[in-house]
């Protein structure tokens, strides 16, 4: 069975205070690894897919890496409007998985000023 | 950004009674997901569509049926509330090869 696991579960940040964020899954062959932000009361927002190990994606103060058995997203001096719930989520390759994500519980990061 | 709607955004209903979520789409994409988010156990998977009357069951489909008559809606039935369907549902399409989802802004349903 499919697992991905976030760590870790609340990260509070000082504003400017860079640090990671863990994502380690285990599926039968990785097709992707996803990475979501999700705001409170709204839908997760599409960040990064990543798909193979040595592979990283930036974005901002964002940055994604991938190894065989895990992903970081690195967040270089955080704003407080970097506050959000992160979530990864690992597609599994086969022909018959029509783009299934199996996701992570998420991790809460509050950046305070 | 695609056009993704769902409805109605809360609902409070009894238990034993039937919902339908909806979720609309207006760009015509072919896979179209419903998940439910509770706390401690993130999205998980309810059902899944990859096209018109084209469905599957996901990792947690109980008492959960789907419709798909039309490529822009896909529907999410709970043919009998109970409690412990309380949550927020979230619909989702793929766009591209990529997998990059986009999720609706959600359904509050509570069952009281």
């Known amino acids: 069975e499919d697992q991905v696991t976030q760590s870790p579960e609340a990260l509070r940040l000082q504003e400017g205070e860079s640090s990671s964020l863990n994502c380690s899954y285990t599926?039968?062959?990785?097709?992707?690894l996803f990475w979501y932000r999700q705001d409170p009361g709204k839908g997760p927002e599409f960040l990064f897919t990543?798909?193979?190990a040595g592979e990283e994606k930036e974005k901002e103060r964002l940055k994604a890496t991938l190894t065989k058995k895990e992903s970081f997203l690195h967040i270089t001096a955080p704003k407080p409007e970097d506050s959000a719930t992160y979530l990864c989520?690992?597609?599994?390759?086969?022909?018959?998985?029509?783009?299934?994500?199996?996701f992570g519980q998420g991790t809460i990061l509050t950046v305070h000023p | 950004d695609a056009g993704i709607t769902q409805s109605p955004r809360h609902k409070v209903t009894e238990t034993g009674t039937p919902v339908t979520l909806r979720c609309h789409q207006t760009?015509?994409?072919?896979?179209m997901y419903w998940y439910r988010q509770d706390p401690g156990h993130g999205l998980r998977l309810i059902h899944y569509?990859?096209?018109?009357?084209?469905?599957d069951k996901g990792e947690v489909s109980d008492g959960y049926s789907v419709s798909r008559s039309k490529t822009e809606d896909f529907l999410l039935t709970l043919e009998s509330a109970t409690s412990s369907q309380t949550s927020v549902y979230f619909c989702?399409?793929?766009?591209?090869?990529?997998?990059?989802?986009?999720f609706g802004s959600g359904t509050r349903l509570t069952v009281v």
């Open positions: 569509s990859y096209g018109v009357k084209d469905t």
């Open positions: 990543l798909y193979s």
């Open positions: 760009e015509n994409h072919r896979y």
């Open positions: 989520a690992a597609a599994e390759a086969g022909g018959t998985s029509y783009g299934k994500l199996t």
């Open positions: 989702a399409i793929r766009q591209g090869s990529n997998y990059g989802y986009t």
């Open positions: 599926v039968s062959g990785l097709r992707g």
